[in-house]
């Protein structure tokens, strides 16, 4: 008798594999080391870990070591400001065909990015955005991938991380979403091309990613059709996804997408887009618009992997303990299932939060400690 490890249920969740189990994990950058943390993993909550198979197209949406490209002909520049509301990181890129600048607020607990304000806030923007994209340098990671694959062991998994798929990309890192979905709506030529140049070079960085040792690629693109339209998301998402689905698969990669926001719109296309997992899934008390019910419903060949809504985690814990089983209660007991903490939870519940999931997934009796 084999012992079923963490990262054992963990795969067969993403690969939305035929089983009764339900298994839980956590972004690594939400679990610190602590007491808490020790027990959540001893009742079985998994790490969920990330890097990138590829250095990342510039502008990088985070300055950490592997997201960084170097910029054939340009020059990035870095500064740290501080301002009324707390430090502020200004972002330069100066290029032959112009200069661009992005500023940024870093949440001090989670790490999380906001931009204050975008690259392209103009028709110009576009264009030395285009430099920077085309003149981009890529270089994969896959021995680093290894060897936090490694390190990792049984105790959870690695995410392969790509770019946001291009659109994603613009709408949420690069552009004022008002303009830019101004710009597309109205076919601006410089916003088109911008966004032709960046499918280019991210079907080029697909092609590199095959070959990373991970069985999972991750694109955190967090899809919402309040911003990414129908036709939007018809015209330059799924064709991307459904390339993108069948590179990986031919390599025997599961195709992991974060779509955390509001999906009923999109449901036909995304059960169409060859994605393997729609992961960080919102249930309705986080503001989506789907049970985890009908989505397992709605897609029946593709994972879903919710996302804990950080809002209970602020309630009592026989009120979450409840309401977790309540949501599990209505899922597919035939395909394996992972809740997941994948979004910022308020610090001062976290550690709470993370040991009643834990728990309950625990007292459930669905995860199996030994099979044949």
């Not at 129908?230 to 991307?240: D, E, G, R, S, V």
Request: proline fraction near 6%.
């Amino acid at each position: 008798m084999a012992r079923v490890t963490h990262r054992q249920r963990m795969l067969a969740a993403y690969r939305n594999a035929p089983s009764a189990d339900v298994c839980t994990g956590i972004y690594t950058r939400y679990l610190p080391r602590s007491e808490a943390e020790r027990e959540a993993r001893n009742n079985g909550m998994g790490v969920i870990d990330f890097y990138p198979a590829v250095s990342l197209l510039a502008p990088p949406w985070h300055t950490h070591a592997g997201y960084l490209s170097e910029v054939r002909g340009a020059s990035l520049r870095i500064e740290h400001l501080w301002e009324t509301d707390g430090p502020v990181e200004v972002r330069t890129y100066e290029t032959p065909a112009g200069k661009v600048s992005q500023r940024i607020q870093r949440d001090p607990s989670y790490g999380s990015d906001w931009v204050g304000r975008h690259y392209v806030n103009g028709p110009d923007d576009y264009k030395a955005l285009r430099y920077i994209v085309e003149n981009t340098v890529f270089v994969p990671h896959h021995e680093t991938v290894r060897q936090r694959l490694s390190d990792i062991g049984n105790d959870g998994v690695v995410l392969a991380r790509l770019d946001r798929s291009p659109f994603q990309k613009l709408l949420v890192e690069l552009a004022d979403p008002q303009r830019f979905l101004m710009d597309v709506t109205t076919g601006e030529s410089a916003a088109l091309s911008l966004l032709e140049a960046i499918r280019e070079r991210l079907t080029e960085q697909a092609g590199l990613a095959v070959d990373t040792p991970a069985q999972l690629v991750w694109q955190p693109d967090n899809v919402t059709a309040d911003m990414t339209s129908p036709q939007f998301f018809k015209t330059y998402c799924l064709p991307f996804y459904q390339e993108n689905a069948t590179r990986f698969h031919e390599r025997g990669k599961a195709y992991v997408v974060h779509m955390d926001g509001r999906l009923a719109p999109l449901k036909e296309m995304i059960a169409e887009s060859g994605i393997d997992a729609v992961e960080s899934f919102s249930l309705p008390d986080m503001g989506g618009d789907m049970s985890l019910h009908e989505a397992q419903k709605t897609w029946p060949g593709q994972a879903v992997l919710p996302n804990l809504p950080s809002a209970w985690c602020e309630r009592g814990n026989t009120w979450i303990t409840e309401r977790l089983k309540g949501m599990l209660s209505e899922r597919n007991p035939g395909r394996a299932l992972m809740v997941q903490i994948s979004e910022d939870i308020p610090t001062e519940h976290w550690q709470r939060a993370c040991m009643l999931l834990a728990r309950v997934a625990a007292e459930l009796g669905e995860a199996r400690d030994d099979v044949d």
